[in-house]
T-cell receptor, first 114, second 111 residues
Framework: DTGVSQDPRHKITKRGQNVTFRCDPI?????LYWYRQTLGQGPEFLTY????????KSRLLSDRFSAERPKGSFSTLEIQRTEQGDSAMYLC????????????FGSGTRLTVV | DAKTTQPTSMDCAEGRAANLPCNHS???????VYWYRQIHSQGPQYIIH???NNETNEMASLIITEDRKSSTLILPHATLRDTAVYYC????????????FGGGTRLMVKP
């Protein structure tokens, strides 16, 4: 399968703990996006990378959130000092620079903060 | 990106055509209409997109009105596996331009 992979699929953590999620995009895709989705809502944009450069960050991405894509391949999203409001599905997507079809999404990581 | 308006939910009988409407009255001339769907517990999946001509692929047909202020996604023979949330998005066709999702239409296909 050469789709977008996300790990883990599910994460339960205690409030105040740090968590890190990983996304492996489609290998030839140079753009990578992170979205967050809460129950009953559409996905909300968090940030995106072109190769290793983080080009845009949403206001939703507070100081507790950090994303990296060190070699322009996989990406990590870290949440420090988790809060119950961070409970959501975190989706990763990738695309080629000139891809009219938009993005290919992964299946997401569901975070539950207890 | 222009905003879109979709019904919150729709039902469709299995085997019948599902017609999902979308209003995008403030669409700009260089904005495309994209449709994605999201099946429960999965990431959104691309369905189809178009600028002003009607489009068809193996999944669906997209009908865009002549004034481009609205569109309809047609699933010609809906199956139970088409039960999902369908998102209509308008965006400039540039891979760097992020997708902005609204609430979508929850389509329930019933036997």
């Amino acid at each position: 399968d050469t789709g977008v992979s996300q790990d883990p699929r599910h994460k339960i953590t205690k409030r105040g703990q740090n968590v890190t999620f990983r996304c492996d995009p489609i290998s030839e895709h140079n753009r990578l996006y992170w979205y967050r989705q809460t129950l009953g809502q559409g996905p909300e944009f968090l940030t995106y990378f072109q190769n290793e450069a983080q080009l845009e960050k949403s206001r939703l991405l507070s100081d507790r959130f950090s994303a990296e894509r060190p070699k322009g391949s996989f990406s990590t999203l870290e949440i420090q000092r988790t809060e119950q409001g961070d409970s959501a599905m975190y989706l990763c997507a990738s695309s080629q620079l000139a891809n009219e079809r938009g993005y290919t999404f992964g299946s997401g990581t569901r975070l539950t903060v207890v | 990106d222009a905003k879109t308006t979709q019904p919150t939910s729709m039902d469709c009988a299995e085997g019948r055509a599902a017609n999902l409407p979308c209003n995008h009255s403030t669409i700009s001339g260089n904005e495309y209409v994209y449709w994605y769907r999201q099946i429960h517990s999965q990431g959104p999946q691309y369905i189809i997109h178009g600028l002003k001509n009607n489009e068809t692929n193996e999944m669906a047909s997209l009908i865009i009105t002549e004034d481009r202020k609205s569109s309809t996604l047609i699933l010609p023979h809906a199956t139970l596996r088409d039960t999902a949330v369908y998102y209509c998005i308008v965006r400039v066709n540039n891979a760097g331009n992020m997708l902005t999702f609204g609430g979508g239409t929850r389509l329930m296909v019933k036997p």
